[in-house]
């Protein structure tokens, strides 16, 4: 049986999202936030970056290296397989409370 898991919270839930599709620096995810919502999103630096050091401590994300760049001070970060199931149960339970509030406003 799987484990029962708090929700994420939104921004845990928007990094692991703009993280699926590659690594990416702290501020490019911030960006690809703001674009993925329409600005209406926004993830503050503060935020980004303690929201990141705990996943790290979890295991959700990982720090790389960029082949293309020889700056080492900017971190990459990249999804794991862990944290891409985490993401993964969380767009499930999403999904489920989409469907039974569906249900409820068609009167099903």
């Not at 703009?18 to 600005?39: R, V, W």
């Not at 503060?46 to 990141?52: I, Q, V």
């Not at 970060?77 to 999904?95: C, H, S």
Request: charged letters at 25%; hydrophobic letters at 35%; glycine letters at 12%.
């Amino acid at each position: 049986m799987a484990e029962k898991r708090e929700p994420l919270t939104e921004s845990y839930f928007y990094i692991l999202l703009c993280l699926y599709s590659g690594p990416k620096h702290g501020y490019g995810i911030m960006q690809d936030t703001a674009e993925l919502f329409g600005g209406v999103v926004k993830i503050g630096s503060g935020t980004m970056y303690g929201a990141t050091g705990n996943m790290l401590k979890k295991g959700w994300i990982v720090e790389t290296q960029n082949p293309d760049s020889n700056d080492n001070r900017k971190r990459l970060y990249r999804i794991t397989e862990a944290g891409k199931e985490v993401l993964m149960t969380e767009i499930e339970r999403i999904e489920k409370l989409l469907g039974a509030a569906n249900s409820v406003i068609d009167g099903r």
